[in-house]
């Protein structure tokens, strides 16, 4: 089984910075894309920030210049630098791996999410 752990979620004044790590464990052969996915209350997830395997990224709009994703491949490991932080930010973040796990095909994995609340 694989399983995706997220931390460094928490609460932090406007203009703060978190870092949020996602790590991946149990029966992994390969990782393509990796992402990051917020959830604000009553709103549509929405996809923060995502890492192709190649090492491409891309932003949505809302957060460039002020996040910065980046993946360790050898851990398994996503991060999200979140700096400048802003009231808008406050959401649950979850983060999503394409990962091959003893067969052909990759799948989707989520973790459980991680709590952010931005104050201002």
């Known amino acids: 089984q694989v399983q995706l752990v997220e931390s460094g979620g928490g609460l932090v004044q406007a203009g703060g910075s978190l870092r949020l790590s996602c790590a991946a464990s149990?029966?992994?052969?390969?990782?393509?894309?990796m992402g990051w996915y917020r959830q604000a209350p009553g709103k549509q997830r929405e996809l923060v920030a995502a890492?192709?395997?190649?090492?491409?990224?891309n932003y949505a709009d809302s957060v460039k210049g002020r996040f910065t994703i980046s993946r360790d491949n050898a851990k398994n490991t996503v991060y999200l630098q979140m700096n400048s932080l802003k009231p808008e930010d406050t959401a649950v973040y979850s983060c999503n791996m394409e990962i091959q796990s003893g067969g052909p095909y990759f799948l989707a994995y989520w973790g459980r999410g991680t709590q952010v609340t931005v104050s201002s």
């Open positions: 890492t192709l395997r190649g090492g491409s990224t």
């Open positions: 149990g029966s992994i052969f390969s990782i393509n894309d």
